[in-house]
């Protein structure tokens, strides 16, 4: 005999235009994150040249990506988060909860510190601040894969 599950309970994913709009500006901060690192390292002011002209517009996608991400990022707080952070308490989904805090901390890093980048950091710290920042960005990544992961293995409570 099957137990119901109330449909509310049975999935609590994104809809549809909610992951596509998260996944598409993800990639655009990946992306853009990742070409700026190497046009700085490898042929522009890191590298020890002059900037390259592709560094500022790298730089102004991830921006504009980074709003974009930040609006998405409060409409999880919302409603995402809250449910999830209901239904993993029951054991099945109790991975999930991990991965949650991992990916709303290192959301909230990349927030504090790309704001600090963009603001405050002087001169000497803006190296260190820009690497912690690339390896929060690369590792939220492959957290994210976990997570949604870990979700399509549990369909069903």
């Not at 709003?67 to 988060?81: D, E, K, Q, R, T």
């Amino acid at each position: 005999m099957t137990r119901h599950v109330p449909r509310s309970h049975r999935h609590h994913g994104l809809p549809r235009w909610q992951r596509a709009l998260l996944y598409a500006s993800g990639l655009v901060l990946l992306a853009t994150g990742v070409a700026w690192l190497w046009l700085h390292y490898t042929v522009g002011a890191g590298a020890g040249e002059l900037p390259h002209p592709l560094e500022a517009w790298s730089m102004k996608l991830h921006g504009l990506a980074a709003f974009f991400g930040l609006f998405l990022l409060g409409a999880l707080a919302g409603a995402h988060i809250p449910q999830g952070w209901r239904m993993s308490g029951r054991h099945r989904w109790a991975q999930q909860r991990g991965t949650g805090i991992a990916l709303a901390a290192a959301g909230g890093t990349l927030a504090l510190t790309g704001y600090l980048l963009y603001y405050f950091a002087p001169e000497s710290v803006r190296p260190a601040l820009g690497w912690i920042h690339a390896a929060v960005g690369i590792a939220m990544t492959a957290a994210i894969l976990v997570h949604r992961r870990t979700r399509s293995r549990h369909p069903r409570d």
